[in-house]
């Protein structure tokens, strides 16, 4: 955790705010079965800045609640099937910007399965929470290559490395 819960959804919201006038819409859908994590959590905890998306995980079945009033175009896509815990990914388009919603069998699981342990970085709705606060801040990790199951770990080590990340391969 990092601070309070209304700090904490201050910062998410105006994160949100200035790449959506659906932000409140994504706000109100996160709980406890229900969180963000990705980049957009990761800028608002470093103050950094680059392109992004938004990336749901959830547990709730209904995906009605999802829909926003807002999706153009909504496929199913792979981009996260070699994560365990991911049984489907959605993936959204409004007004250029790119909304996946990854249904997941349960946060622990999932988590089992990423490779970065800053990216292990979420909001659910309340507070910003961190595997590993000490990754996040110091924008550094290990990963030993030996245990990734992600078929694209040297373009991901990439993008983090330009990200001003550090990531120690062993």
Not at 13 to 28: C, E, F, M, V
Not at 34 to 55: A, E, F, N, R
Not at 92 to 118: A, M, Q
Not at 119 to 147: H, Q, Y
Request: aromatic share 12%; charged share 25%.
């Amino acid at each position: 955790m990092i601070g309070s819960v209304t700090g904490d959804k201050v910062l998410i919201s105006a994160k949100l705010r200035k790449l959506t006038d659906k932000w409140q819409d994504i706000i109100n859908v996160l709980d406890h079965s229900t969180i963000l994590i990705g980049g957009l959590v990761l800028q608002s905890v470093l103050g950094d800045k680059w392109d992004t998306d938004i990336d749901i995980f959830t547990t709730n079945y209904n995906f009605n609640r999802f829909d926003f009033g807002m999706w153009k175009e909504t496929t199913l896509v792979s981009k996260y099937t070699m994560i365990p815990g991911v049984i489907r990914t959605f993936k959204g388009f409004y007004n250029g910007l790119t909304i996946d919603i990854i249904h997941i069998t349960s946060v622990p699981e999932l988590f089992r399965g990423f490779d970065f342990d800053f990216c292990k970085t979420w909001f659910d709705g309340e507070r910003i929470r961190m595997a590993n606060p000490d990754s996040v801040l110091n924008k550094t990790c290990t990963v030993s290559l030996n245990d990734v199951t992600l078929r694209n770990i040297d373009e991901r080590i990439l993008k983090y490395e330009a990200r001003g990340f550090t990531i120690n391969r062993v």
